[in-house]
């Protein structure tokens, strides 16, 4: 029996012969990360181990993106803890603000993610670096701390889940849709514990900047990772970036999945989540049916705020008024996104529209500053999570949804269909 | 020996780490201050009923969301000694073990188990006993890397011990 691509990733990084499913094994790490809510917790527990230093300045990133610049001083407490430790232990890769992007948009941009690799970081969005053909989950702190003590991890090999996409996906419709599509047929434990491998003629179609959005929310099933197998685009987008070597896995052809989902997606629609699920799925002319009226917009994180969602939104919004009854607040991802987005003009179309721009945070997304929700107030967003209280208020709602149908539903003030608005050349 | 005796705290499916503990209250790592909060966006009155009833019994994926293992660090530190899911999220269950919260996957207990029932769970056997109606369920025990991750009390004693074998 073959392996699949996760499978043959986790061998290699074991001193194992052989692996199967279900099999509980020690995995060499490639590269490790944290973010300033979850490493001052790893920082604690390192040092309880008595481990002097780490076990590799350069395969650690730390990135302060979730509450900097700091919103209150418990926040800069934790920020300072952590900086302190990056600079005496050398850690190379620490992002001080003003250099600092949402860590799953960061490092991949930086070649610090790359093919073949096995990363875990304490971020749950850690498996976004599966589009690049790596193995990458996300942990809690003690594991992470255990990471940097000794540069590997106890992981239990995961089955695997394949889903193939066939067709060619219709406009306005991106990964964003598909993923979220993936998670209404097989909910939010749909795959839990589980390798989701993304494949089929769309998926080797798919820009890279969507494969990253759907590995991103694979964990919104429940899975350990998201993975698609490297090809040309992957290697078009590795190559002037990639800061170490890197090795490319393929899933054989015999290779073992628990189940195979094959899908056409030629008429799917954008897809709105409703609250309080990301499963909560409906094609967006259903959605815009309900007629549902919005406080908020938000368009950025780890999940849509790369410069190709940036440039979506403004050819909806270009020449347009946000409406209003609302507010849309935008997030560039990183510095380097954020000066593109302003060299290509796409800035000044958000300020004329009137958004307002946010420096690169993973603040809005999780309810925690630039953007929180009060009471009854009602958000559509093209984060990944739209649980009860998650961008605020325990009584507000959050909607997800791809970024032309957040750049429409800003102007509308209400859930919109791309379709419903003119987009001025 | 891994054996606990209390009364049922009980919840649904699907309960995840913005409701255990909300993004809000993740400007520290001090556990009496994340217990404080704990529940708080999904039962305001979890504080009062953890005082008498210290066992959790939950339904499915619970734990789903995020990595932060201030979720079940408050759990742990609001009193109360052990989880009982139909299932769990991977990283929720990743951070119990590794910060050394019991918790137990057992789906045909959850369903029998009501809100105040008496409840005995041996974890060496995997067992959990009803005392209130009499029913007893078993469950595979875990596998031996994880048990003694737990035995060791979390996994940073075994980091500590590895540490001192390894001479570093």
């Known amino acids: 029996?073959?392996?699949?691509?996760?499978?043959?990733?986790?061998?290699?990084?074991?001193?194992?012969?052989?692996?199967?499913?279900?099999?509980?094994?020690?995995?060499?790490?490639?590269?490790?990360?944290?973010?300033?809510?979850?490493?001052?917790?790893?920082?604690?527990?390192?040092?309880?181990?008595?481990?002097?230093?780490?076990?590799?300045?350069?395969?650690?990133?730390?990135?302060?993106?979730?509450?900097?610049?700091?919103?209150?001083?418990?926040?800069?407490?934790?920020?300072?803890?952590?900086?302190?430790?990056?600079?005496?232990?050398?850690?190379?890769?620490?992002?001080?603000?003003?250099?600092?992007?949402?860590?799953?948009?960061?490092?991949?941009?930086?070649?610090?993610?790359?093919?073949?690799?096995?990363?875990?970081?304490?971020?749950?969005?850690?498996?976004?670096?599966?589009?690049?053909?790596?193995?990458?989950?996300?942990?809690?702190?003690?594991?992470?701390?255990?990471?940097?003590?000794?540069?590997?991890?106890?992981?239990?090999?995961?089955?695997?889940?394949?889903?193939?996409?066939?067709?060619?996906?219709?406009?306005?419709?991106?990964?964003?849709?598909?993923?979220?599509?993936?998670?209404?047929?097989?909910?939010?434990?749909?795959?839990?514990?589980?390798?989701?491998?993304?494949?089929?003629?769309?998926?080797?179609?798919?820009?890279?900047?969507?494969?990253?959005?759907?590995?991103?929310?694979?964990?919104?099933?429940?899975?350990?990772?998201?993975?698609?197998?490297?090809?040309?685009?992957?290697?078009?987008?590795?190559?002037?970036?990639?800061?170490?070597?890197?090795?490319?896995?393929?899933?054989d052809k015999d290779a073992n999945y628990k189940e195979v989902y094959e899908w056409d997606v030629s008429n799917l629609e954008p897809m709105v989540a409703f609250p309080h699920l990301p499963s909560n799925v409906y094609p967006v002319s259903e959605a815009v049916n309900k007629n549902i009226t919005l406080d908020q917009v938000y368009i950025g994180s780890c999940t849509n705020g790369r410069l190709e969602d940036l440039r979506i939104a403004a050819k909806i919004l270009k020449g347009h008024k946000v409406n209003p009854n609302l507010r849309l607040i935008i997030t560039p991802a990183t510095p380097n996104i954020y000066m593109q987005a302003l060299k290509e003009g796409l800035i000044e179309i958000f300020l004329s529209a009137g958004a307002t721009i946010t420096p690169p945070s993973c603040g809005p997304c999780l309810g925690g500053h630039l953007g929180v929700l009060a009471e009854g107030e009602r958000a559509l967003s093209t984060t990944n999570r739209n649980f009860v209280g998650r961008m605020g208020h325990p009584k507000s709602e959050v909607y997800l949804a791809n970024p032309a149908v957040a750049a429409a539903s800003a102007i509308l003030g209400r859930i919109a269909a791309p379709w419903e608005v003119e987009v001025k050349e | 020996m891994m054996i606990f005796e209390?009364?049922?705290?009980?919840?649904?499916?699907?309960?995840?780490?913005?409701?255990?503990?909300?993004?809000?209250?993740?400007?520290?790592?001090?556990?009496?201050?994340?217990?404080?909060?704990?529940?708080?966006?999904?039962?305001?009155?979890?504080?009062?009923?953890?005082?008498?009833?210290?066992?959790?019994?939950?339904?499915?994926?619970?734990?789903?969301?995020?990595?932060?293992?201030?979720?079940?660090?408050?759990?742990?530190?609001?009193?109360?000694n052990c989880i009982i899911a139909k299932s769990f999220a991977r990283i929720f269950y990743r951070n119990a073990i590794n910060i050394g919260l019991p918790i137990i996957e057992l789906p045909e207990a959850v369903d029998k188990i009501k809100e105040g029932d008496v409840l005995k769970i041996d974890f060496t056997e995997g067992v959990v006993e009803n005392l209130t109606t009499g029913e007893k369920f078993k469950t595979k025990p875990f596998p031996p890397?994880?048990?003694?991750?737990?035995?060791?009390?979390?996994?940073?004693?075994?980091?500590?011990?590895k540490a001192r074998g390894e001479g570093l």
Not at chain 2, 55 to 69: K, P, T, Y
Not at chain 2, 145 to 161: P, V
């Open chain 2, 6 to 80: 209390g009364k049922a705290i009980k919840y649904g499916d699907n309960i995840d780490t913005d409701v255990i503990i909300p993004a809000r209250y993740l400007n520290t790592t001090d556990p009496k201050e994340l217990a404080e909060h704990c529940m708080e966006d999904l039962d305001p009155h979890f504080k009062e009923k953890v005082k008498e009833k210290n066992i959790l019994v939950v339904g499915e994926n619970f734990g789903c969301g995020s990595s932060r293992e201030h979720a079940p660090i408050a759990i742990k530190a609001s009193g109360i």
């Open chain 1, 1 to 251: 029996m073959g392996y699949t691509i996760t499978e043959k990733i986790l061998l290699k990084h074991s001193n194992n012969k052989e692996i199967a499913p279900n099999d509980l094994i020690f995995v060499k790490l490639d590269f490790i990360l944290a973010n300033d809510i979850t490493a001052p917790l790893a920082i604690k527990e390192f040092k309880k181990i008595g481990v002097k230093r780490v076990f590799d300045t350069e395969r650690i990133a730390l990135v302060p993106d979730h509450s900097t610049p700091n919103k209150d001083i418990k926040s800069a407490q934790q920020s300072k803890e952590m900086r302190e430790f990056a600079r005496e232990q050398g850690i190379k890769y620490y992002y001080e603000v003003g250099r600092v992007g949402i860590e799953h948009a960061l490092l991949p941009e930086e070649g610090l993610t790359l093919p073949g690799d096995c990363i875990i970081g304490a971020d749950s969005h850690t498996c976004t670096y599966g589009a690049l053909g790596a193995f990458s989950t996300g942990v809690g702190s003690t594991d992470l701390a255990y990471a940097m003590a000794f540069g590997e991890i106890w992981l239990k090999v995961p089955e695997s889940l394949k889903f193939v996409y066939y067709g060619k996906l219709p406009k306005w419709v991106g990964g964003k849709d598909l993923i979220l599509y993936t998670i209404g047929k097989i909910g939010v434990d749909g795959a839990r514990y589980m390798a989701m491998e993304f494949t089929g003629e769309v998926i080797k179609n798919l820009p890279m900047s969507d494969r990253l959005t759907m590995c991103n929310m694979a964990i919104e099933a429940g899975a350990k990772n998201g993975i698609i197998e490297p090809d040309e685009i992957t290697l078009e987008y590795i190559k002037p970036r990639a800061k170490r070597g890197y090795e490319l896995f393929y899933s």
């Open chain 2, 145 to 161: 890397l994880i048990q003694e991750i737990i035995n060791k009390g979390g996994l940073i004693n075994f980091a500590i011990e």
